[in-house]
């Protein structure tokens, strides 16, 4: 947020040095982020003098030049060459003279040097209103008062305006600094710690009236909940044009684009007090009325960026009595904004909900300074005050009469917020005992209201602008702040104490694996919580009744807590597809979150995501995709580095896979890890492969301590190994083989694997080819290859009367 020093200063009285001023706004919790010099004229017309032209003749080698005499009031008089149409003998003129910088209309320094242009000297450049900053008109040189004095600067003559303006990091609970006058009150407050005691400036509106009361508009506000204050009045015979300079400069100094008198006036006043306002043309309110609603889904309205947008029922407009004119607190409507032809407005100023603001701004993509204020919420009790002032502003500079009696509709009074202070919390929260009279004294200055004071503490009223301040531990905070956190003395001694601490702390452990991770070319990534309740469609594993709904989401893409890590992962893998890095190996450790009944639910977890490439394309390695045994290789050294020996293996249940396994221990699910089934991937408009592992990290947790104690003798008779290559319908999959396998036979198997697949044109249509290798292996003896050779038969005979399949 930018804040006008010279702005400041109109409501407090401060001669302080600009750097000083930040210093302590800064330690009040207004952090500078900046300090930027602005002048009304870039340059600050430095250099520029006025001249008087004593002579001016036609130059000999140029039709459309002149060369003239000027007088600079420093002696002799220069030569300068002009090309303009209008310069005359006897003028007084705008002079830039030689090494002054002047800048284009893009902002570029260009410097006045001397030179010759067609064979004649020139010592300095008679200026146009354009070349000097002051106007666009490029017709000819501009022609000052011929009472004026040669030598005169021009920076003086045209009330050039120097200004400090401050960049303030605004914090979001810091509603009530989102102004001038804000910033200007939290100032003060400062500095009357310092026993420096300023006037607080208010402007005055002693002097609004209403002048007659021709032309009333009517207001009807439908949803009291999400306006609780509505007020407005009509001003007519006003006169749309230019704002004065004075207005201008404030606008510019804090990066507003001046727009005509009328909007300039109710912009000014949005800085000044923090209270947003809006001129609707009254000319264009159907039926002399308005009325505040919510919008029918569906209707286009056009706003003032003349862009159409599609309103939702949640969407608060400012209506008349038959269309939409604005989006409440949001952007104004394009067909009923202030013109050159507007005579008479309506002037609004209310108080909108700020999560109603909030989500219509987000919905629609717009951040303006009115719903930036709104949202954050705003002081309810300014209203009328802010009305009466833009009022009177705009009958300065733009003239007319107040032609209503405002309307004013707050029908429930807000009350301000009540709190009592413990002395003991004070000095137990800042660590440090503070005398009443200090507390007293800051209190004051924050205008915060000491009710009554006991023993204990005090009673206070917290004004209504301060809405962030409504719990004992936030006035504390506020004392602290203005007290100083530099004045906060630290003790004489340091106590500290040593814990024991287990190395199989959660955070310990995830930093390792994230070290093992991140040593294998994996970057880490952290996903938003929140997620559309759309990707629940594409599981049906995942049931709506089991979400965490948000009470006020942002938008509708944002309204439910995330049921798992995939699907941000795979925004992820398209955000980075589309901008062309489609080799990626991600991880994050994150958190699901289910509800089950009245009980809400968080599980842990880390996800690996596989893509494209193992490795960067180079001129000596063969490129090759990161595969089904690629992944299940990295997870089974993550297990390994954890501490966890041999697991089981079972078919993935999980949906979200074409095909998979489960990491078992015991009978305890450890990780699935598989290939994510394309339509899931459509969904994310990915074209390559993704593969996808989950640890569910509560359980690993819950079993790593006890992972490095189980032993086994290393068995003393060998495993034998036996492959199938099988030709399947495609509709088959691995766990249709795992499990028929295990009903055949199960003693001696001890481990079933999938290690190639293949689908091509040199397979017939609607047939796949599975390698699978079967691990048996005998505790007390060695098998005989009879043995094996009889169990694989069965294989064989299974597989064909139960998967159709057939051997290749």
Known sequence: MKISYNWLRQFIKLDWEAEKTAELLTNLGLEIEGITPFQSVKGGLRGVVVGHVLSCEQHPNADRLKITRVNLGNGEPIQIVCGAPNVAEGQKVPVATIGTTLYDEKGAPWKIKKGKIRGEESHGMICAEDELGLGKSHDGIMVLDENLVPGTPCSELFKVEDDIVFEIGLTPNRADAMSHFGVARDLRAGLMQQDIHLEMITP???????????????????????????????????????????????????????????????????????????????????????????????????????????????????????????????????????????????????????????????????????????????????????????ALLIQEVAGGEVTSDIVDLYPRKFEDFQVFLHYEKINRLIGQNLPEEVVKSILSSLEIKVNNITEAGMGLTIPSYRVDVQREADVIEEILRVYGYNNVRFGEKLNASVSNSSRFEDYKIQNRIAELLVSRGFFEIMANSLTSPKYNELSEKIREENNVTMLNPLSNDLSIMRRTLLFSGLEAIAYNVNRRRSDLKLFEFGKSYHQFGEDRVENKHLALFFTGNKSDENWNTQSEKTGFFYAKGIVSVILERLGFGEMKYSPVKNDIFTEGITFNLDKTKMVDIGVIRPDILKAFDIKQEVLYAEFYWDNILEHLETANMKYRDIPKFPEVRRDFALLLDTSVKFSDIYTTARQTENNLLKNVNLFDVYEGDKLPAGKKSYAVSFTFQDNNKTLTDKQVDKIMEKFRNAFENQLRAELR
């Open 204 to 390: 005055s509106v002693s002097s609004f009236r209403v002048d007659n009361r021709t032309l009333r508009i009517d207001v009807d506000v439908m949803d009291k909940k999400l306006t609780p204050r509505y007020a407005g009045v009509t001003i007519s015979g006003i006169k749309v044009m230019p704002s004065p300079q004075w207005l201008q400069n404030k606008l510019k100094a804090i990066g507003l684009t001046p727009k005509n008198n009328v909007v300039d006036a109710t912009n000014y006043v949005l800085h000044e007090l923090g209270q947003p306002l809006h001129a609707f043309d009254a000319a264009k309110i159907a039926g002399n009325k308005i009325i505040v609603k919510t919008a029918d889904p569906g209707t286009k309205f056009v706003t003032l960026d003349h862009v159409e947008r599609e309103l939702s029922e949640e969407d608060l407009m400012i209506c008349d009595a038959e269309k939409p004119m604005c989006i409440a607190g949001v952007f104004g409507g394009a067909h009923s904004g202030v013109t050159e032809t507007t005579t008479t407005i309506f002037l609004e100023s209310a108080y909108f909900n700020p999560v109603s603001i909030r989500k219509s701004a987000k919905r629609h993509g717009l951040n303006t300074d009115a719903s930036f204020r709104f949202e954050r919420g705003i002081d309810i009790n300014a209203v009328e005050y802010a009305l009466r002032r833009a």
